[in-house]
């Protein structure tokens, strides 16, 4: 049941893991660090203030992360913070950011802008249920080694429009849901994104090339039937997934 942390001598020269260091403090309401602590050998951050649910400020500015690699889940459910001054963090060596800012409802204000992450791989659930988040700027960020930002904005209510056209995504491999309920939104400039007109398959009948599934003639002296059997039962199968509950559940539909 501690409420109050006071570090304002302590020494973090030599720390390397500071990973769930405050997690579920959820009667914690205020830490005291140095004004500029130094952290130039911590590299894990994952976790570290996950559901300290009742801070409502933290002043960690001036923190020097530069040789940091994870912050997944840093600040997940911090649900109490209304506004997070980050903007001179250096996170270039960062590489999973996954939930970092997840379920922080009540966050109005970040400014992460200027952020360099250049060798970021995850923003999956990065801002989900950022419930009252209404704007953020990412258009700099530097996203070419991304691979998955899956639910990235998920439950972001009132988010109003979002800017990343700049980004260049050429590894990006999951972007499930990345917008999903997010019920304001009106204007989304989304990057390019490369189409894949390669073949790499030439011998199927159900060839996959890069964008799109393709259906291939046989050849003039091979019967149809085998190829037609196995689209029918492709069709058949998907189209059985709502017949259930349309059939046997139908007043829960």
């Known amino acids: ?10 020494d973090t020269k030599n720390v390397e893991d500071m990973s769930s260091m405050f997690s ?8 005291n660090f140095p004004t ?9 951050m994952a976790f570290m203030f996950e559901q300290a649910s009742s801070l409502k400020e933290l002043d960690i500015a ?3 992360v530069s040789n940091s690699r994870r912050f997944n889940q840093m600040f997940n459910d911090c649900s109490e913070l209304e506004k997070l001054d980050l903007s001179k963090w250096n996170v270039s060596k960062g590489y999973d950011f996954t939930e970092m800012f997840a379920s922080c409802s009540k966050l109005q204000e970040l400014d992460i802008e200027n952020w360099d992450a250049s060798n970021a791989t995850s923003f999956s659930n990065m801002f989900s249920f950022c419930s009252v988040m209404k704007s953020i700027n990412l258009n700099r960020w530097n996203t070419i080694k991304l ?15 979002l800017d990343i056209s700049a980004w260049k995504i050429p590894k990006l491999a999951h972007a499930e ?22 073949d790499r398959n030439r011998t199927s009948p159900l060839a996959f090339s890069g964008n799109k599934f393709e259906f291939r003639m046989v050849g003039s002296s091979q019967s149809v039937a085998w190829p037609s ?8 199968k998907t189209l059985s997934t709502p017949k259930i ?6 007043h829960d539909i």
């Open 36 to 44: 500029a602590s130094n952290l130039t050998n911590l590299k894990y």
């Open 245 to 250: 509950p349309l059939t046997e559940f139908p």
């Open 177 to 198: 849901h990345m917008f999903k309920n997010c019920k304001s939104i009106t204007k989304i400039n989304l990057p390019k994104m490369e189409k894949d007109f390669c």
């Open 147 to 161: 691979l998955k930002c899956d639910e990235m904005f998920e439950g972001c209510y009132l988010l109003e429009s």
């Open 24 to 31: 579920n403090t959820a009667a914690l309401t205020s830490i």
């Open 229 to 236: 059997t196995c689209v029918c039962a492709a069709l058949s």
């Open 1 to 10: 049941n501690i409420t109050a942390i006071n570090l304002l001598n302590f």
């Open 62 to 64: 001036n923190w020097n």
